[in-house]
Structures are given as structure tokens and as C-alpha cells.
């Protein structure tokens, strides 16, 4: 009988325990410690022996052609696609989405303002107010994380956002639908934000004159807030200036040619010493084109006449003793679409490349790769980048923009209608 006793004790004493532990740790069967799990589980067959990214699984999926992706410093989702912006949680549920045609770019600054490269359509009465255009424009948008109602804030609508065209006749002279460089063929492909809030827009089209007064379409323009006279903030953006040292005709370690994306050296999430640098990274498209390097490193240093933009010819120097490839490889690339920088401690470089449907990994000094594990016997950095057209998890096709996160990237796989997500098998735990 006492050994009854003790045995049924036992019993219920256990059953206690499992079920405060439960309560503690969660269960298995809990429904948020299930989506934890499926949010980041990966696919077995995709852990390497050797260092290499793996695929978070499931992929994100519900998007019509996305284009682009960035993780802001709210550290919410957004992703660009034919339909518009779309806002998601860090799980990939969806929350927000805001119409806009033509969407293909987007980034959000410090103050959660979110920017949205598009189209819009315009009527201007002085010239004809039967004729609508179908003009490149930015969109700045408050409240798109939910925070409140959404609004436009303003819209930058080309060519009247180009300090460079300020004139009635400059900003007129190319809407002509019977002219090759009719300024409707004008695109917005890239925003980036620096740490106090002002923004590069990279910009190409048919027009590339150089020496005179207006910019030529392939550059890089860089706004910054309006202020009052107290210096307080006006919630608009002015075009500063315009990238003039980006050839926009013949490459070189400083072009612009049909430039399809740009960075900044700053990213979420938010913190006190933010990287205040200037330079940038751009992207080169036209693969019908022979364009040695098509992503760039461009310097902005400061000069007692201003800020200079140089070429960073440093990533020149290609120390093949420690890797086999660099950033610098000569025709290392088709056709860059997207760019991304990781502002933590790695200082990673990422470009996703839609003719070789590929992503690749550099380090900030040029270096393709990670370094090696302690206790490697490995000397040269591990090549981590990876590719191929398909719909496989290591595949690609067409993507267009990536982001980076807490040691997660994001790729905006376009044709294959999903926001893929990887992570160095290092780092997983």
C-alpha cells in the first residue's frame, strides 16, 4: 500500500513540475513557441560542413513581383513590389500595405519617415492640361508603420526635385514625348539615408551631357531637411546637390552609368554613434554595356571647398593571399541591382546580381567572404556568396533588392515572388 502511495506522489509530483515548467519555458505544443520555431526553422539539407549561409524557412511569400526590401529602424519589414509597399513584423506577418504605382525602391531614415521610389502621374496645366505625364518621383511618407494615418508628406516628382533644372524653360524643355529624351523616361532606382537624415537618390535616363549647367540623368542627388530660420525641421526635402564627378558615360572607379541602386554606411537598428560618413556605394547597370567594376565605393571627403566625392582605390590593392576574390575583380558583375551594408561590427557588403541571380558577401576592405573560424585551418577567407537561376532555396531569379538585419539577410527574390531569408550557419544557435 505505501508503495502505492509513493508511486501515485511521484506521479503527481512530476506531472506539477512538467507543467510549471511549461509555464515557464513554454510547451512545444504553445502556438507562439510554434510560429518562434517555424519563423525560424531551416532547411536540414541546407547545413553545410563548411561555413555557408542557410535558409530560414518558410520564405516569405504573398508579393507580386517584389523588388526591393528593407528592415527599418522601427526594425519592421518593408518590401517594394508591382502593387505597392508592403509592412511586415519581424515573423513576416503582414501589416500595413500603402498602393503605389510603380514602386522599386524603399528606406526609412532615423525620424521612421519612409521613402518610396515610384511613379506618379502629373498634370501641368501651363504646358497641357490635357496631357497627363507618367514622371520618376520619391514619396515620403509618414505613418506607414501604423503609428497613426498614413500621409504623404511630399512627393519629389522629376524633373522639378533637381535643384540643377530650377527654371521654368530647364524643367520643360524635356517633357516632349516626340524627344528620345523625354524626361518620362527618366527612373528613380535607389534611396539611401545617412545618419543625420539627409538622402541620396540615384537617378538614370537617355540624357548624359556633361559640362552644363543641368545634371545629367545618371547621377546621384543628395537632399536635406528645410529648416526655418530657428533651425527647425519643415518635414521637406531640398536637392542639395548633384554627384557632377560620376561620369555618367565612361567607366571608370568613379561612374555613374544607368545606375540601379545606392548605400549608405548607416543602418537600423537605432543607437547614439551612428557613422556620420557621407561616401556611398552605387551599382552600374547596362550588362549590354563593358563596364569593368560596376559596384563602387565612393569617398566623400571633406576639403576646406566642401565635400569631394573620390574614388576608393584602395580596394585596388587585391591581397590574394588572403582571399581568391574581391569586390575589385575586374567584370565581377552583369547586372548589380540591389546593395546593402551591415552597420555592426562585420561591416558586410552585400549585392544581389540579376543576371547571375546571384547574392555575394564582401568585407569592407574589398575581400569576398568571411574570415575563417577560430581554430580553422583554413588561411583565406570563405567564400560565401551563392546563386543560380531557380526556385530552389539557394536560388534566384531575378532578384532585385537585399537587406540586413541582426545577422539576417533579406533578398527580394522578383520573379520567384518571395522575400527570401539566410543566415551564416555560424551563427545559428
Known amino acids: 500500500m505505501n508503495k502505492i502511495l509513493s508511486t501515485s506522489l511521484i506521479l503527481i509530483l512530476s506531472a506539477v513540475i512538467i507543467s510549471g515548467c511549461d509555464e515557464i519555458f513554454g510547451s512545444k ?24 549561409y542557410a535558409a530560414l524557412l518558410p520564405f516569405w511569400t504573398g508579393f507580386d513581383r517584389p523588388n526591393d526590401v528593407f528592415v527599418g ?70 505613418n506607414a508603420n501604423g503609428a497613426g494615418p498614413v500621409e504623404v508628406v511630399q512627393k519629389l516628382v522629376h524633373p522639378f526635385m533637381d535643384a540643377s533644372r530650377a527654371t521654368t524653360t530647364t524643367q520643360r524643355f524635356r517633357l516632349d514625348r516626340n524627344r528620345s529624351d523625354n524626361d518620362e523616361l527618366v527612373e528613380i532606382t535607389g534611396i539611401t539615408v545617412l545618419a543625420n537624415n539627409d538622402i541620396y537618390v540615384s537617378r538614370r535616363g537617355p540624357r548624359n551631357q556633361t559640362g552644363q549647367a543641368v545634371a545629367a540623368d545618371n547621377t546621384v542627388l543628395m537632399f536635406t531637411e528645410d529648416r526655418d530660420n530657428s533651425g527647425n525641421r519643415l518635414g521637406t526635402m531640398s536637392n542639395a546637390t548633384q554627384l557632377r564627378t560620376l561620369n555618367p558615360n565612361v567607366p571608370s572607379l568613379l561612374s555613374g552609368i544607368d545606375i540601379t541602386d545606392v548605400s549608405s ?18 551599382a552600374q547597370g547596362n550588362p549590354d554595356k563593358e563596364i569593368p567594376f560596376r559596384v563602387l565605393w565612393v569617398d566623400a571627403v571633406d576639403t576646406p571647398d566642401g565635400i569631394e566625392y573620390r574614388s576608393n582605390g584602395q580596394l585596388l590593392s587585391r591581397d590574394t593571399s588572403r582571399a581568391n576574390s574581391f569586390l575589385y575583380d575586374e ?7 540591389g546593395l546593402a551594408f551591415s552597420a555592426d561590427e562585420r561591416g558586410h557588403i552585400f549585392v544581389v546580381d540579376a543576371e547571375t541571380d546571384s547574392l555575394y558577401l564582401f568585407q569592407s576592405n574589398g575581400v569576398e567572404g568571411v574570415n575563417p573560424p577560430a581554430g580553422s585551418n583554413v588561411a583565406k577567407a570563405i567564400n560565401v556568396s551563392f546563386g543560380g537561376q531557380g526556385n530552389g532555396p539557394r536560388q534566384f531569379n531575378n532578384p532585385m533588392g537585399v537587406a540586413y538585419f ?24
Do not use: C
Open 331 to 337: 567584370f565581377k558583375f552583369k547586372n548589380p541591382t
Open 73 to 142: 529602424y522601427d526594425e519592421l519589414v518593408y518590401v517594394t513590389d508591382a502593387n505597392g509597399l508592403h509592412v511586415l513584423d519581424g515573423a513576416g506577418r503582414m501589416g500595413n500595405f500603402i498602393p503605389i504605382r510603380g514602386a522599386v525602391s524603399v528606406t526609412q531614415d532615423r525620424l521612421l519617415n519612409v521613402y518610396v521610389a515610384a511613379r506618379t502621374d502629373t498634370v501641368i496645366t501651363a504646358i497641357n492640361p490635357s496631357i497627363t505625364w507618367d514622371l520618376a518621383a520619391v514619396y515620403k511618407i509618414k
Open 265 to 282: 554606411f548607416i543602418g537600423p537598428p537605432q543607437r547614439e554613434n551612428m557613422n556620420v560618413t557621407q561616401s556611398l556605394l552605387l
Open 406 to 429: 541582426r545577422q539576417i539577410v533579406f533578398v527580394a527574390d522578383r520573379d520567384n515572388n518571395r522575400i527570401a531569408r539566410y543566415k551564416l550557419n555560424t551563427d545559428i544557435e
Open 29 to 52: 505544443n504553445d502556438p507562439i513557441t510554434d510560429d518562434i520555431f517555424e519563423q525560424g526553422r531551416q532547411d536540414p539539407n541546407l547545413i553545410l560542413d563548411e561555413v555557408g
